[in-house]
């Protein structure tokens, strides 16, 4: 059974950083591709970022470019989420997902399995 467990989330002032864990079990993980979703009150989830585990290549949503880095590490089975300079348009519900296609693809459906979702508060 693959589980998916976000962590780190909290509330944080603006221009303030966190990081995001996303700790995984069940899954080959260094042949599939991990992706980061958050979905603020109201709105519609949105993709973040995706990374492809084997070989590391990453995409990032325009809005976190140059803000945000994710990461994997193999051994523990996990995929981080680096946020910085957070702004108060970042506040949402984090989700991570996990694809058993191997590449990173910013889009939901591509996703087969989700965490529950670690909650992001920026304070202006």
């Known amino acids: 059974e693959v589980q998916l467990v976000e962590s780190g989330g909290g509330l944080v002032q603006e221009g303030g950083s966190l990081r995001l864990s996303c700790a995984t079990s069940?899954?080959?993980?260094?042949?599939?591709?991990i992706g980061w979703f958050r979905q603020a009150s109201g709105k519609e989830r949105e993709a973040v970022s995706c990374?492809?585990?084997?070989?590391?290549?990453?995409g990032y949503a325009d809005s976190v470019k140059g803000r945000f880095t994710i990461s994997g590490d193999n051994a523990k089975k996990t995929v981080y989420l680096q946020m910085d300079s957070l702004k108060t348009e970042d506040t949402a519900v984090y989700y991570c997902?996990?694809?058993?296609?191997?590449?990173?693809?910013?889009?939901?459906?591509?996703?087969?399995?989700w965490g529950q979702g670690t909650r992001v508060t920026v304070s202006s």
């Open positions: 997902a996990a694809s058993r296609n191997p590449f990173c693809v910013l889009h939901e459906p591509y996703y087969d399995a």
């Open positions: 990374i492809d585990i084997h070989d590391g290549r990453a």
């Open positions: 069940g899954l080959s993980f260094d042949t599939d591709a």
